[in-house]
């Protein structure tokens, strides 16, 4: 039995072969779509902190030994100092995301402005997520400009 290849059928099986063994990847900045997902994980925990949900707070952190010591003081601080949270608004978000085959990662910042009962503040995470697991690995309060208690 003879077989039969001629060169463009071997150059198509080697294009192919290229062609599949390729990772895709990609890098996207800012997405809209990107930053809707950073957004709603922070809203988790705003939700977990109106509802006293400790627990489930500590589990949207990276590291939960900050989380069990160092986020409730900074938590309850920021209670004593400017008040109970009213609102939540976004002012700003960055998003970089990198996917590569089936596999995502992302780097996210998302500021928000938080009405308080006493004062306003400023409030910032960090994040990090690969696939669809997202943690915070940095949270900020701080007042906002033009808060008459500015500590």
Not at 109 to 128: D, G, I, N, P, W
């Amino acid at each position: 039995m003879k077989l039969n290849f001629n060169i463009s059928s071997v150059i198509l099986l080697l294009f192919s072969l290229v062609i599949f063994s390729c990772g895709y990847s990609a890098t996207h900045r800012n997405r809209t779509e990107d930053k809707v997902k950073a957004e709603d994980f922070c809203n988790k925990f705003y939700t977990f902190l109106n509802g006293s949900e400790r627990d489930s707070l500590i589990r949207l952190f990276k590291d939960p030994e900050f989380a069990e010591q160092g986020l409730f003081k900074i938590i309850d601080t920021s209670v004593n100092r400017y008040g109970d949270i009213r609102s939540a608004t976004v002012d700003y978000s960055e998003t970089f995301v990198t996917s590569s085959g089936s596999t995502s990662r992302g780097k996210y910042e998302v500021m928000y402005t938080v009405e308080r009962s006493a004062a306003r503040t400023k409030e910032r995470f960090q994040l990090l997520s690969e696939d669809n697991d997202w943690e915070i690995v940095r949270y900020d309060v701080a007042p906002a400009q033009g808060n008459n208690d500015e500590h």
